[in-house]
């Protein structure tokens, strides 16, 4: 985890030395002069000319009366292929494979041909289709967007004809992004939508604005009448830091929101194919300031699926909430709901500041040997062949070069070139040395050209070629003795006629070119030291930037920690002088008090655990800001000296260990049971998944589960347990070790407390609360751990053997068959295996409530208010 997160920053800052300077781009202005280049004045970006990354087609302009509209000026030219059926870009990604680049094409027709035409056609990334292109009228603007990690070192983008309109391109961009980000494992991902919430500038954003120049479609919702509103903030988000998508901060500074602070919000997509897969990335950050009492939360669904719980935007920070899988369907729902749990104060809506959607892309077809395309680029290049040479050899089978056959063995390998014939196309030059990495040719072709040089040696090394024909050239010297010898003994059918100066003895004499092994090893060392310093300067800015942020503190509100923090002459008064103790628990003894008429426990740290205890006002700022209606709540603290005392709100009945040890005057019925079940999930689930970091509780336990005067259950004694030593163990370590029973075991093999090891004693409570009985008790054979007893009589069928005796008949045994089994699932001895919190809430809901359906599971659906994502985009002039 740790590395993974140093490795994220490093990766950060080395693209961060880069990308002032635009090196993670490439930008293709096409058809504008040879060689030419100019810098955009509204981004910045420096576009050049795409005459050296294509070799046919012709340069164009758009029609005059557009050429002064205001179009961006990338649009005004284009190149258009007349010729051929497929015509390919072939580009150098600009840090090589291995790496995530987002490959965006653009298009506007601007009857560059007078034709006032709206040709279509179709657009390939290298061998697979990437999309149709379709211009409706001269000033329609199409941006095609990929995003993928190239299996080579270059991509290729082609246009193929269709006969309905000549295809063109307008412009070209590769932008580097962060391999962390986008993760799928699909190919590619396609762009759908990407939309800036709450605009207020009608504007797309795009570089310098956003570090990968990805450009954000407006929309606002300035109308009276729209449920949304927009929010913005003047503020910078993610100033300093951010998270690795970093979607443009001008974008998140904007959001929507329901005008109906009881709202809710649903964004549907209705996909042109539902079998289509999607992959959406939501972006969030708060970017209102509010009171205390005010908090915005809510819980972020895709169809049935929950994404995030409680999910709570942080303030002027970027937290992206995306899909772990893709989604597919008729219509795609994302919901952003508030939760139906109370959670003490007011809530405010939810918000949007930005989303993007992406199709999840496979590629089908297999591109040729990257060794043979390399080669055949190189035959192609260094004879200038005019063929209809034009991106992949062999791949799709319909476009494959004139001159060439391929052969794929099955479907998951790449497919090879087996023959080539360049005959009569006036070839010129020696034999190039590309030919010898062909090599699975059987046949080749080179007759009747200009070619000069000697044979060289390395056709006796194409282990397949059988057919070699290099009659009609200007060859010289002599023919290598072992394809002599292969053609003696029949197995290479070998012509060499017609090269009047070829020798067949040895009489001829080759010229040995001198290397020069000591300029290759000064440019070595150049390079060597060049890499060092670069290195040495990305670990200074690396560290720097590291300190810098670890000066953006949390900021403390003096006022408000004012109001909560107690002296402890205070604390003495409260309590009056610790009159009545309410009992002891895991850190000291908790007291009896009154603060302005209402009750307080108020817990007196042991002075043995207030040592230990370090970074206390951090935790306990923290804590303070936990609010559940299953959880306890922190309502002060003191931290005097030695005297630390932790104020708590007041519960009437105390804690579920009482009542199930029998020592109260009644026993709990089995609805109580399942309700003070539920609402203990409640709060466990809101600790992990509510809370920012979250927190594990590390001691659940029945005496830490407090009853009020409506049996409504509370979590308490959270969050504290990490800096606290454990009472009467005489070490002052921070581990504190849970309570035997309750303790996840694999706690002793990894030392380390997690979500799941909650779970895990979780499921021990809901087994004491279904069976009544201690977690281990004497009374049962060999002190067997209650998992184990009710699993056995489980097993055996013996669901009435289970249940607390006290309770009679009076149990429904439906229910008691299932949360049996949900608290074996959480006692798994596998943290893996074993449930979230979700979803032991969700189970446990069940069967409080009986079957749910899925939008009860949601919240309140009819407080939903829809966003249609379908509605056209319309590309904006700038
Ligand atoms: C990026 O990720 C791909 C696989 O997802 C991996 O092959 C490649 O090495 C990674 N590149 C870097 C620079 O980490
Ligand atoms: C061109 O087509 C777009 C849709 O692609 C449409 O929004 C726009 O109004 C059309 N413009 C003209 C001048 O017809
Ligand atoms: C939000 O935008 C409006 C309109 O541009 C502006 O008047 C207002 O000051 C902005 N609010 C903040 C908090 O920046
Ligand atoms: C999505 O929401 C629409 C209402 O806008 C509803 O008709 C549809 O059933 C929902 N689909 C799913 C899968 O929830
Ligand atoms: C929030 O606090 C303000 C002032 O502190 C108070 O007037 C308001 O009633 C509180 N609202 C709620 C819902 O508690
Ligand atoms: C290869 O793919 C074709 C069509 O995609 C399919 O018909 C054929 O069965 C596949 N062959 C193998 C060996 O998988
Ligand atoms: C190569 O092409 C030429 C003409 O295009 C043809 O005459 C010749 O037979 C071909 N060679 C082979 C080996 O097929
Ligand atoms: C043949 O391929 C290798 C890579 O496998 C490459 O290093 C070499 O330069 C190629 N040879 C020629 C002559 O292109
Ligand atoms: C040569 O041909 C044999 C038989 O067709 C095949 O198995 C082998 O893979 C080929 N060698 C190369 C380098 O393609
Ligand atoms: C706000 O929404 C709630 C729930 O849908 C509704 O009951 C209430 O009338 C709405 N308020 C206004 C002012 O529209």
């Not at 992206?320 to 008729?330: D, F, I």
């Amino acid at each position: 985890m740790l590395s993974s997160v140093s490795f994220t920053s490093f990766a950060l800052l080395l693209f961060l030395v880069h990308a002032q300077d635009q090196s993670g781009f490439i930008s293709i202005d096409c058809g504008i002069p040879d060689d030419s280049s100019y810098n955009d004045e509204t981004t910045g970006i420096k576009y050049v000319s795409d005459s050296a990354f294509v070799d046919s087609g012709t340069r164009k302009s758009v029609a005059a009366q557009f050429q002064k509209i205001g179009f961006d000026r990338h649009l005004l030219n284009l190149r258009s292929f007349p010729e051929g059926k497929r015509n390919c870009y072939h580009v150098q990604t600009p840090r090589g494979k291995g790496f995530k680049y987002l490959i965006r094409t653009r298009f506007m027709y601007g009857n560059y041909d007078g034709q006032g035409g709206a040709p279509e056609f179709d657009l390939y990334l290298g061998v697979n289709f990437w999309d149709s292109v379709k211009l409706d009228n001269a000033t329609t603007i199409l941006n095609k967007e990929m995003i993928t990690i190239p299996l080579t070192d270059h991509v290729q983008v082609c246009v193929v004809d269709k006969n309905t309109g000549t295809p063109f391109l307008s412009v070209l961009e590769i932008r580097g992004l962060l391999n962390t980000t986008y993760e799928t494992s699909y190919d590619a991902l396609r762009l759908e939508r990407r939309l800036d919430y709450g605009s207020i500038s009608d504007l797309p954003f795009r570089y310098k604005d956003d570090i990968y120049d990805r450009i954000w479609t407006p929309r606002s919702f300035s109308s009276p009448l729209s449920e949304f509103k927009t929010v913005n903030t003047s503020l910078t988000v993610d100033q300093g830091f951010h998270n690795g998508y970093q979607p443009a901060p001008t974008v998140m500074s904007t959001a929507a929101t329901p005008r109906n602070e009881s709202q809710s919000m649903l964004l549907v997509l209705k996909p042109l194919d539902p079998n289509a897969k999607f992959y959406a990335y939501m972006h969030f950050a708060e970017i209102e300031e509010f009171k205390n009492n005010l908090t915005r939360q809510f819980d972020v669904w895709v169809d049935n699926t929950v994404l995030s719980r409680f999910f709570k935007p942080r303030y002027l920070f970027t937290d992206t909430v995306s899909t772990p899988e893709p989604v597919s369907g008729a219509s795609l729902n994302f919901s952003l709901y508030q939760p139906t749990s109370d959670l003490g104060g007011f809530v405010l809506p939810p918000i949007i500041n930005a989303l993007e959607i992406y199709q999840a892309i496979e590629f089908l077809q297999i591109p040729t040997d990257p060794l043979d395309v390399d080669a055949m680029r190189k035959i192609k290049n260094r004879y200038r062949v005019e063929k209809n040479w034009q991106g992949d050899p062999c791949v799709p089978v319909e476009y494959s070069w004139e001159g060439v056959e391929c052969i794929q063995n099955d479907n998951s390998t790449n497919p090879r070139v087996v023959s080539l014939n360049i005959s009569f196309s006036e070839l010129a030059g020696q034999i190039d040395p590309a030919f010898s990495n062909l090599t699975s040719l059987k046949k080749l072709d080179i007759s009747s050209n200009s070619l000069t040089g000697n044979i060289p040696d390395f056709f006796t090394n194409l282990p397949n070629l059988t057919e070699l024909n290099l009659e009609g050239n200007k060859l010289t010297g002599i023919i290598p003795a072992k394809l002599l010898e292969r053609s003696k003994d029949g197995s290479l059918s070998l012509r060499f006629g017609r090269n009047p100066k070829l020798c067949l003895s040895a009489s001829c004499q080759n010229i040995k070119k001198k290397k020069n092994g000591q300029i290759i090893l000064l440019v070595a060392l150049i390079i060597g030291i060049v890499i060092a310093l670069l290195t040495a300067i990305a670990l200074f800015w690396h560290f720097k930037k590291r300190k810098q942020r670890g000066a953006v503190g949390v900021r403390n509100g003096p006022l408000e920690t004012a109001k909560r923090y107690f002296k402890y002459s205070k604390v003495v008064n409260i309590t009056n002088n610790f009159e009545r103790v309410l009992g002891k628990g895991g850190f000291g003894k908790v007291y009896y008090g009154v603060i302005n008429g209402e009750q307080v426990a108020v817990k007196i740290l042991s002075e043995e655990s207030a040592q230990g205890y370090k970074e206390f006002r951090a935790e306990v700022e923290i804590l303070m800001r936990v609010h559940h209606t299953n959880l306890t709540s922190l309502v002060g603290y003191c931290n005097e000296g030695n005297h630390i005392a932790l104020i708590y709100e007041y519960m009437a009945n105390e804690n579920l260990g009482d009542y199930l040890a029998g020592k109260r005057s009644f026993i709990l019925s089995w609805e109580e049971r399942l309700k003070i079940s539920l609402d203990a999930a409640q709060g466990l689930e809101y600790l992990h998944y509510g809370c920012n970091p979250p927190i594990v509780h590390r001691d659940v336990k029945p005496t830490n589960i407090l009853l009020d005067e409506k049996l409504q259950a509370k979590i308490a004694d959270f969050g504290l347990s990490r800096s606290f030593p454990v009472e009467g163990s005489g070490q002052v370590t921070t581990v504190v070790a849970g309570t035997i029973g309750y303790l996840d075991p694999e706690y002793y093999s990894t030392r380390q407390m997690s979500e799941k090891s909650d779970v895990y004693s979780f499921g021990v409570v809901l087994l004491e609360v279904i069976t009544g009985q201690p977690v281990i008790a004497s009374l049962r054979a060999e002190n067997r751990h209650i998992s184990d007893h009710v699993n056995s009589m489980l097993a055996k069928g013996d669901i009435k053997g289970i249940v607390d005796q006290r309770l009679g008949e009076k149990f429904n045994a439906g229910s008691a068959w299932r949360i049996s089994e949900i608290a074996l699932a959480c006692t798994e001895q596998r943290s893996a295996q074993r449930p979230t919190m979700i979803q032991v809430v969700m189970e446990l809901k069940q069967i409080v409530f009986g079957r749910e359906t899925d939008q009860e599971n949601h919240g309140d659906s009819t407080k939903l208010i829809t966003v249609n994502l379908n509605s056209e985009e319309a590309p904006q002039a700038r």
